[in-house]
């Protein structure tokens, strides 16, 4: 039980807990040893977006039209964090466990529930310290954002401080599943396991019920990986910002609930029970924001302006019906090029999914499937189309309006980038691991006064020269791993399909361009709806007869 004296004095400084904890994350293995994993992992996927990156705009320098679709978000920023991604879904909770773990497993936390500090106070701290020790863990990634700016590539600030938010949002998530997990175990381990249970889950959530209709796909957007999705996207959803914050606080308060040692377990459960049912409310009221920012240079998100200002102004409701499985292309086109926009720019929009209980194969019979039911008031119209070209007119007939004259404004000139990601290898094997095993090895050494918080750990000699191997070790193997994908297509008959490749979507043939021989591929017929030829061949010579 707490002391009397210490009980009645929650007025301590705050200050000596948190560098305490800092000292035990700096101190630990598990944080150096994500930095020195995060380097080739972030490098390898940087080197690959660069080079495909200026693969991409090599073919688009004498070319406008295809120096557009080139953005450093979907080239750059995108793929390298999302590595960055993955070494937090899988090695960030052991940082975040030990603020917690180790004091529980040996005892410590009998001794710090006596300091004169509320519980709540002490899960807050070590959340502030999980959220520097993610910050740490950053610097790979925000190093290579440093490198390709250095290199001439354009970044937008805006998409940068979007994109580093949704990840921050995400690691502090993870952060508090893992303080969670903590203080309803009783070992670093089984904590571990809990806490990859939750991002884990995630992943299979994600290739499991994604896109099915009805109630599994509520269930779907329960998934942690749904919260990076918005923001890769360029976009800042209000809605999901608040909505992750809740869910952090709510995993720290539930930590705090189970975190004190001599409470009947039953009394946590009702307390427990309290907590999540306030963070339900609170996250229904959450989601019923609609605000969001389209923070892309090149609007994908959005509407034209003139557009976007007309239908603000319709105040009535719309009302569509989508009569298409949710696993159907056009369904994601639709939904990704005009209903998504829509329900963002005007203010009362619906959307049924009138095939949801269906399958793909059932539904694709009825007459009816294809078509889309546009309502607004006591108009109605409908279309099988999937293009904003077509639906935004036919929206302004059912308003009694004619569509908007085109505002005058800079369109996305697009910005391509012929360089080689090789160099970042230099520092991503060689400069950065080595600046990280020097500062472990003096985190390791750093004094200690007060015995209360600090203690020194000392780093082995043998622990210094096999982390030295294995950078060097994969400092020499990666750079051939990385080596490009080529294809010989020399031997190749101009004017016939490639013998080398199997065509699937799109039409495919051997051209000559330079005395050389290229492969041309035309997707018009595809978009179309009509498959490569020969598709069932094909198919039997890659899947076999069955």
């Known amino acids: 039980m707490p002391s009397p004296e210490t009980s009645l004095s929650r007025g301590a400084p705050v200050w000596p807990l948190f560098a305490k904890e800092l000292r035990e994350i700096v101190t630990g293995r598990a944080l150096w040893t994500l930095l020195l994993l995060a380097c080739p992992l972030v490098g390898y996927s940087f080197f690959q977006a660069t080079s495909l990156y200026g693969e991409a ?39 975040a466990i030990r603020v917690l773990g180790e004091e529980k497993q040996s005892g410590a936390l009998r001794l710090l529930v006596q300091l004169p500090y509320r519980t709540m106070t002490l899960v807050s701290v070590k959340l502030a310290a999980v959220f520097v020790a993610w910050l740490l863990c950053a610097i790979p990634v925000l190093s290579s954002l440093f490198i390709w700016s250095m290199a001439g590539g354009h970044l937008s600030p805006a998409e940068i401080a979007t994109l580093f938010l949704g990840h921050l949002l995400y690691g502090l998530l993870i952060g508090a599943v893992a303080l969670f997990s903590a203080s309803i175990t009783e070992s670093s381990a089984t904590a571990a396991i809990v806490t990859l249970a939750f991002t884990i ?88 924001i609609k605000a969001s920012i389209d923070v892309t240079e090149d609007r994908r998100n959005s509407f034209a302006v003139a557009d976007a200002n007309q239908l603000a102004r319709l105040t009535e409701p719309l009302a569509i019906t989508v009569h298409l499985a949710a696993e159907d292309p056009r369904y994601i086109d639709v939904q990704r090029n005009v209903l998504a926009k829509l329900e963002r720019v005007m203010p009362h929009v619906s959307v049924r999914l009138a095939t949801a209980r269906q399958s793909f194969t059932s539904a694709a019979g009825e007459e009816a499937y294809g078509e889309i039911e546009y309502r607004y008031g006591a108009r109605s119209d409908t279309s099988r189309s999937t293009s904003p070209r077509e ?138 709806g009509q498959s490569s030829a020969g598709i069932a061949d094909k198919a039997r010579a890659l899947y076999g007869e069955r």
């Not at 750059?76 to 879904?89: D, E, K, Q, R, W």
């Not at 910002?241 to 001599?262: D, H």
Request: hydrophobic share 55%; with cysteine.
């Open 57 to 95: 705009s090599a073919a688009a320098v004498n070319s406008p039209v295809l120096a557009t679709n080139l953005s450093p978000l979907d080239g750059i920023l995108v793929p390298t964090f999302g590595s960055f991604y993955v070494a937090v879904t899988l090695l960030f909770p052991f940082v």
């Open 201 to 288: 889950g995630s992943w299979v959530l994600d290739f499991t019920i994604a896109g099915r209709p009805g109630w599994l796909e509520w269930f779907a957007h329960l998934s942690l990986t749904q919260v990076i999705r918005t923001f890769e996207q360029g976009l800042l959803s209000v809605s999901l910002v608040a909505g992750v914050v809740v869910a952090v606080c709510a995993f720290a308060v539930l930590a705090t609930v189970w975190l004190p040692p001599g409470i009947a377990v039953r009394q946590k459960l009702m307390r427990s029970a309290v907590c999540v049912a306030a963070a339900a409310a609170v996250l229904l009221v959450v989601t019923q």
């Open 391 to 528: 639906i935004l007119p036919l929206i302004y007939g059912l308003a009694g309006g004619q569509p908007p004259s085109p505002i005058p404004s800079a369109e996305f000139p697009g910005y391509p980038l012929v360089t080689d990601g090789g160099f970042a290898f230099l520092w991503f094997l060689g400069v950065l691991p080595i600046l990280i095993v020097f500062a472990w090895w003096r985190s390791c050494r750093l004094p200690s006064n007060d015995r209360m918080f600090l203690r020194e750990v000392d780093m082995k000699t043998g622990t210094r020269v096999l982390l030295i191997a294995v950078v060097s070790t994969v400092a020499l193997l990666l750079p051939a791993i990385a080596a490009p994908f080529k294809v010989d297509l020399s031997g190749e008959t101009a004017g016939a399909e490639p013998k080398s490749l199997v065509p699937v979507v799109g039409i495919w043939r051997i051209e000559t361009e330079a005395g050389k021989s290229v492969l041309a591929v035309d997707g018009r017929q595809w978009k179309e």
